[in-house]
């Protein structure tokens, strides 16, 4: 008996994640289990703010991707490596 549920027939390892958080700034990656860096793309309006006021909005948004990536796609992964092991490219 099969206890998985894949939405998609199989894990999602090897396939492309990405998300827009409420501040604008934009996450992508090559696969959803995180095994290459996320690529990071800021929203240009953050350039305008102050550069404490950028790193909040950036972990507020870092923050919102784990959260959102641990409800939906993490049940489906085959095996993570864990949300401490990210490495993050701001592009």
């Known amino acids: 008996m099969n206890w998985t549920n894949w939405i998609h027939g199989k894990p999602m390892n090897d396939m492309p ?29 953050l350039m305008e703010v102050a550069d404490v006021d950028i790193l909040s909005k950036i972990m507020l948004d870092i923050s919102e991707m784990i959260g959102y990536h641990a409800t939906n796609i993490f049940p489906q992964l085959n095996g993570f490596q864990g949300y401490d092991c990210i490495r993050y490219k701001i592009v």
């Open 17 to 45: 994640f990405m998300h827009n958080s409420f501040h604008g700034t934009s996450f992508t990656c090559d696969r959803c289990d995180f095994k290459t860096p996320v690529n990071v793309k800021l929203d240009v309006s």
